[in-house]
């Protein structure tokens, strides 16, 4: 009796938890890849010369799950930016939900 009321708590905050440590993972690598292009940008001329090469560097450096990033490359009064956006869709299993996500680096 009891477990029949547990249950179903337990399960959904474990698979809750999981989704928002999925959540987490995508925002993370989203971050790092256009920080770590920006970065290039500004410091690595040889690897990072032309704005397509700087948009492929920073798609290989994201590793998150989903569909493939949006990259832009753009010099502004701070110095080198990029950005980056890219959506999940989180099945819940009765109802799917599309999360955008998007990032932005300036580096001197």
């Known amino acids: 009796m009891e477990f029949g009321i ?4 337990v ?3 474990f698979v809750g938890t999981l989704y928002l440590c999925m959540a987490l ?3 993370g690598s989203l971050q790092f890849a256009v920080e770590d292009a920006a970065r290039c940008a ?3 001329s040889t690897s990072c010369s032309s704005s397509s090469a700087i948009t492929t ?3 290989g ?3 998150g799950p989903g569909s493939a990033p949006t990259f832009t490359y753009s010099t ?8 980056g956006s890219t959506s999940w869709v989180a099945n819940l299993g009765f109802k799917s939900v599309t999360i955008p996500f998007s990032a ?3 580096f001197p």
């Open 6 to 9: 547990i249950a179903p708590v």
């Open 11 to 13: 399960i959904t905050l």
């Open 25 to 27: 993972f995508i925002a």
């Open 42 to 44: 500004s410091v690595n």
């Open 57 to 59: 560097y920073a798609s």
């Open 61 to 63: 450096r994201y590793f």
């Open 76 to 83: 502004a009064g701070c110095g080198h930016t990029v950005s």
């Open 104 to 106: 932005s680096a300036c």
